[in-house]
């Protein structure tokens, strides 16, 4: 059972990457997926959630706008696109994925603490 998520780099401000999140050794689309994010000395913080059926997102005031999550539950992945990126974007963006209560397709997680499983990590800088 495995997260795996990628698709950081280097980007110039304004402009944009997509992070993919996919699941291996079990099912996606039973699960809510969250993008989180941890900047350099600060706290680890979610930036966009989505449930299990991607009917229902949240996103962080922050983002609002420029960042858009989405489901490719037929390739067990979640996505990430982050456009009109910022310095303050930078960060190591995390997935991670909770099973949803049986029953709730529109189900989203905003604890932190309740996510079952968690991706390691992927680097995303925005400088000029």
């Known amino acids: 059972v495995q997260l795996q998520a990628s698709g950081g780099g280097l980007v110039q401000p304004g402009g944009s990457l997509r992070l993919s999140c996919e699941a291996s050794g079990f099912t996606l689309d039973r699960y809510a997926v969250g993008w989180f994010r941890q900047a350099p000395g600060k706290e680890r913080e979610a930036v966009a959630l989505t449930s299990s059926d991607g009917g229902s997102t949240v996103y962080a005031d922050s983002v609002k706008g420029r960042f858009t999550i989405s489901r490719d539950n037929a390739k067990n992945k979640v996505l990430l696109q982050m456009n009109a990126l910022k310095a303050e974007d930078t960060a190591v963006y995390y997935c991670?994925?909770?099973?949803?209560?049986?029953?709730?397709?529109?189900?989203?997680?905003?604890?932190?603490?309740?996510?079952?499983?968690w991706g390691q990590g992927t680097q995303v800088t925005v400088s000029s």
């Open positions: 991670a994925a909770r099973r949803a209560p049986f029953g709730s397709r529109r189900y989203i997680e905003r604890v932190e603490g309740r996510y079952d499983y």
